[in-house]
Each structure stands twice: as structure tokens, then as C-alpha cells.
């Protein structure tokens, strides 16, 4: 019996995250696609993201125009995030790496563009409220499937099922 509250709890708990992420992200996301300058920003969910310049940097196996995005709320440091535009050396084609920071409450994402006239480049910038609780809903759902599975009940349900129709065949 105890087992079967915590299972039922685990799966209105999963549902109830799952559900409050996916609302609160379709209801509140923010997205801006901006043509920015060295030093000029944009406003999404009360950041502030400070366009620094991009830099050429070497990879392993690719070149990147690697962005420096500073993020601020309040006139405080937030993060700094690195997009990059890739170019691997095998293939030939442009991939954009976006830079994400996740706390429980939001996700901020930023992606770098194309480079436009001088240094100016399109940025694109997400805001998104509570991604981390529909990830959050599926783990609680995978952990209370995880524990269904180990239920002897449900092995031993399968064994008879498993059984009748050999003794069947037996009594024919």
C-alpha cells in the first residue's frame, strides 16, 4: 500500500512539474533577434545582455567566431556567455553553438548569427521561464516508472499470464 502512495504521488508530482514548466514557458518566453554593435544590449525578462565584440578562436577540429555576451539584472554581474559560430574543417559549414545558463527559475540562451557590416552582428536571445521543471517532469515520471518495474506484483502478474496459456496446451 505504501508503495503504491509513493508511486501515485511521484506521477501527480511528475505531471504537476511537467505541466507548470510547459505553461510557464509558452506563457512568459522571450525571444529578440537584434543587429548589435560592440557595446550596444538588448532587454529580455528583466537581463540585460551587453554585446563585448567576437574573437576568432581554434578548436580541435574546427574555427570559431567566439561571442562575449555580458548578462546583467539590476546593474549586477549575472554571467558571461560565449556563443560561437563554428566552421569544422571537414565538412565546410557554418554551426552555431548557443550558450545557455540554466538556474531552476529560467534558462538565458543566446546564439550568434551572421556577421553584418562592420562588427556588427545579429544576436539572437532567450529568455525562458522553468525549463528545468518539465526536464525535472520527466525525470520524476522515468524515477516513478523505475519503481513500478521493480513491484513484484507486476513480475508475478506476468509469470501467471505467462503460465496459463502453457497449461492449457497441457489439458488439450
Same mark, same amino acid.
Given at each position: 500500500? +505504501?508503495?503504491?502512495?509513493?508511486?501515485?504521488?511521484?506521477?501527480?508530482? /511528475?505531471?504537476? /512539474?511537467? /505541466?507548470?514548466?510547459?505553461?510557464?514557458? +509558452?506563457?512568459?518566453? @522571450?525571444?529578440? %533577434?537584434?543587429?548589435?554593435?560592440?557595446? %550596444?544590449?538588448?532587454?529580455?525578462?528583466?537581463?540585460?545582455?551587453?554585446?563585448? =565584440?567576437?574573437?576568432?578562436?581554434? =578548436?580541435?577540429?574546427?574555427?570559431?567566431?567566439? =561571442?562575449? *555576451? %555580458?548578462?546583467?539584472?539590476? %546593474?549586477?554581474?549575472?554571467?558571461?556567455?560565449? #556563443?560561437? +559560430?563554428?566552421?569544422?574543417?571537414?565538412?565546410?559549414?557554418?554551426?552555431?553553438?548557443?550558450? *545557455?545558463?540554466?538556474?531552476?527559475?529560467? $534558462?538565458?540562451?543566446?546564439?550568434?548569427?551572421?556577421?553584418?557590416?562592420?562588427?556588427?552582428? *545579429? @544576436?539572437?536571445?532567450?529568455? +525562458?521561464?522553468?525549463?528545468?521543471? @518539465?526536464?525535472?517532469?520527466? &525525470?520524476?515520471?522515468?524515477?516513478? =516508472?523505475? *519503481?513500478?518495474?521493480? $513491484?513484484?506484483?507486476?513480475?508475478?502478474?506476468?509469470?501467471?499470464?505467462?503460465?496459463? #496459456? /502453457?497449461? &492449457?496446451?497441457?489439458?488439450?
Amino acid at each position: 500500500m +505504501k508503495r503504491k502512495m509513493v508511486l501515485a504521488a511521484t506521477g501527480v508530482l /511528475a505531471m504537476a /512539474a511537467f /505541466a507548470f514548466g510547459v505553461s510557464m514557458v +509558452k506563457t512568459y518566453e @522571450i525571444e529578440r %533577434d537584434v543587429r548589435m554593435n560592440v557595446g %550596444d544590449y538588448t532587454e529580455a525578462g528583466g537581463y540585460r545582455f551587453t554585446f563585448r =565584440g567576437v574573437r576568432e578562436v581554434q =578548436g580541435p577540429n574546427y574555427v570559431a567566431a567566439r =561571442g562575449l *555576451i %555580458d548578462v546583467t539584472r539590476n %546593474d549586477r554581474p549575472v554571467t558571461q556567455l560565449h #556563443p560561437e +559560430k563554428r566552421v569544422y574543417r571537414v565538412q565546410q559549414n557554418p554551426m552555431t553553438e548557443a550558450a *545557455i545558463n540554466t538556474r531552476p527559475t529560467r $534558462d538565458l540562451y543566446v546564439s550568434l548569427g551572421e556577421q553584418v557590416e562592420g562588427n556588427a552582428w *545579429i @544576436i539572437r536571445v532567450y529568455y +525562458k521561464p522553468f525549463v528545468t521543471w @518539465i526536464w525535472g517532469g520527466c &525525470v520524476l515520471m522515468a524515477l516513478g =516508472g523505475g *519503481i513500478a518495474a521493480t $513491484d513484484r506484483r507486476y513480475r508475478a502478474t506476468q509469470r501467471r499470464t505467462e503460465l496459463a #496459456p /502453457a497449461a &492449457v496446451g497441457a489439458s488439450a
